[in-house]
């Protein structure tokens, strides 16, 4: 939504907020991506605009440590989980500039898909790469567990192809094959 809570939301946002209501991801990481797209999630900026956190709370980013936590720095523009956007795409073999904002992100993303099948799991694979980031991130502050990059590369690989089996109508595939050629799996 826009940063003024009373303006409307513009077409590019209700098209990426329809086209969210459509991924074949579980519903709870739909209802996540929502709020993402919000900026309702419980970022360490929004918690401390809401006094949550201490005077001496520590608000900056847990990957990267330079920058105050917002939510578009830690899903889109973090050093470190821009390393794991791009070898994401590099994976997908893809590539865009990193836009300002998750709506445009999201729309870029679904452009990259020459048909609809693809364009779904492109969809469900969005929304493994923020639901990973958000969980190593909690990981992180919770139980003090470091994953890298690679680690979480690994987790949306995993988690995609779980969601795809059990989520889109494509034939079986090894995680090998998945791993390998997402784009043709998905053809399937």
Not at 6 to 28: M, T, Y
Not at 63 to 83: G, K, M, P, Y
Not at 98 to 115: E, G, I, K, R
Not at 140 to 168: A, D, H, P, T
């Amino acid at each position: 939504m826009s940063d003024n809570e009373g303006e409307n939301i513009s077409e590019l946002e209700e098209e990426v907020f329809r086209l969210v209501s459509r991924s074949p991801a579980p519903s709870k990481v739909i209802a996540f991506s929502w709020k993402l797209l919000m900026d309702r999630i419980p970022s360490k900026q929004n918690l401390d605009l809401q006094n949550c956190l201490g005077n001496d709370a520590n608000v900056n980013c847990v990957f990267c440590e330079a920058v105050v936590e917002t939510s578009s720095h830690l899903f889109l523009h973090c050093l470190v989980i821009n390393q794991v956007w791009t070898s994401v795409m590099n994976w997908l073999e893809f590539n865009f500039v990193t836009h300002p904002n998750l709506f445009v992100h999201f729309a870029c993303w679904s452009d990259m898909a020459n048909s609809k099948k693809i364009r779904r799991g492109f969809w469900l694979i969005w929304h493994a790469v923020v639901w990973v980031i958000w969980r190593k991130r909690n990981d992180r502050i919770f139980n003090n567990k470091v994953k890298g990059v690679e680690e979480m590369v690994e987790y949306v690989k995993g988690m995609s192809w779980f969601w795809v089996l059990s989520k889109l109508k494509v034939a079986s595939s090894l995680f090998y094959d998945w791993s390998w050629n997402p784009r043709e799996c998905l053809s399937r």
